[in-house]
């Protein structure tokens, strides 16, 4: 595995290159050209603009998180040819530069959704939370208003304030798109870019939808074994893979983690290794990464990735914000080291036990 951080690029990232290098054993960053909308193209200068400054630190850039998706693919309108052939561009780019892992979504509207970006744990450490109740009372169009005040003046990926003013738009868009639309409107975008993946060798990754359930009536397709299986067949190819999000997945209790990650070998491209709290099955917290601090048991989550021969990046994924750290919500620099750590531990130790076999 290739361990990796997500890094939102020198001009919005108050966390440094360097300080990324200095974290025991960190090879790469993952990271995106944020100044892009979804849709424009991606210039080969730019690239690897990006590329040098990030190798000029002494580390690599490991994949791209992510190359979004214009709505008119997920929607599936006339104009979505100019965006995949833009998508198709990029991806050559990309190639050339010598990046092979490009990570997306296919949520309709919101990207990830949580209620509180700064729910207050006993030890003071704050984190993102969700409650399925004030998802339930909340009007869609005020959700971002509802979360903006913690959001410590950045922008989070997936709520850009452009998007935002266009919500109602937005919604009226998605109206004739049900689960079986999105999923033929995913297929169709792979089977175009599938070309050009083979030729560069590019990954792609899907993240699943987060929570892994549909909110405010939009649907959600990536939220499941049975789902996930059926895309992984839909385009049988090696480079339509998944960005397997512990944290997404693990939304759905029913969800069997480890189970999951077996029933993907060879298909998981990047991974996201959180843990969560529940209070009850629609109520949790993103605790500390520890198993021991959250629900999940994440040794045998990291031993059905070393068991599959999982060999991609891996990050931490949201941390908690700890030691009066101020920052982006979920991506601040401490708790995020402290997982990158602990997930090394294990996978040494694992490692370790399986070679003294
Ligand atoms: C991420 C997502 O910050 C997060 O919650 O897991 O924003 C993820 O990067 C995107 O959905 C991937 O396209
Ligand atoms: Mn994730």
């Not at 209790?253 to 290794?273: E, Q």
């Not at 045998?300 to 599959?308: H, N, Q, S, T, V």
């Not at 700890?322 to 750590?341: H, K, N, Q, S, T």
């Amino acid at each position: 595995m290739i361990m990796s951080f997500r890094w939102y690029g020198s001009k919005q990232d108050k966390i440094s290159l360097k300080y990324i290098r200095q974290i025991p054993g960190m090879k790469g960053v993952i990271t995106t050209l944020y100044d892009k909308m979804p849709g424009e193209l991606w210039e080969y200068d730019e690239i690897m603009a990006m590329k040098k400054e990030v190798e000029d630190a002494g580390l690599i850039i490991s994949g791209i998180e992510s190359v979004n998706i214009h709505d008119a693919i997920k929607i599936g309108s006339p104009d979505r040819e100019e965006y995949i052939d833009n998508y198709i561009k990029t991806l050559e780019n990309l190639g050339k530069a010598g990046i092979h892992m490009v990570c997306y979504n296919f949520m309709p509207v919101f990207d990830w959704t949580r209620t509180e970006l700064a729910r207050v744990l006993p030890d003071g450490s704050t984190v993102l939370a969700y409650t399925q109740e004030a998802v339930d009372k909340i009007n869609p169009e005020n959700m971002f208003e509802s979360i903006k005040g913690d959001m410590n003046d950045t922008v989070m990926p997936g709520w850009e304030p452009e998007r935002m003013a266009k919500i109602k738009e937005l919604f009226e868009m998605y109206k004739e798109v049900d689960s079986e639309k999105l999923f033929e409107n995913l297929k169709y975008f792979l089977e175009r870019i599938m070309p050009v993946c083979d030729e560069y060798d590019i990954n792609m990754a899907i993240h699943p939808d987060d929570p892994a359930w549909s909110v405010f009536g939009l649907p959600r397709i990536i939220i499941n074994k049975e789902n996930i299986l059926r895309m992984m067949k839909m385009v049988d190819n090696v480079h339509n893979g998944v960005t397997f999000c512990t944290g997404s997945f693990g939304t759905n209790l029913k969800n069997d983690i480890p189970d999951m990650i077996r029933s993907l070998k060879g298909r998981i491209h990047f991974a996201h290794v959180r843990n969560l709290k529940f209070h009850s099955q629609d109520n949790f917290e993103e605790s500390a990464h520890l198993s021991s601090a959250g629900d999940f048991d994440m040794y045998e989550i990291m031993k059905a990735l070393y068991d599959i021969g999982f060999d991609g990046p891996i990050r931490p994924d949201h941390g908690r914000m700890i030691w009066d750290e101020v920052g982006m919500p979920g991506y601040g620099l401490y708790d995020r080291a402290l997982g990158a750590c602990y997930l090394q531990g294990l996978w040494e130790a694992i490692d370790k036990n399986e070679k003294r076999k």
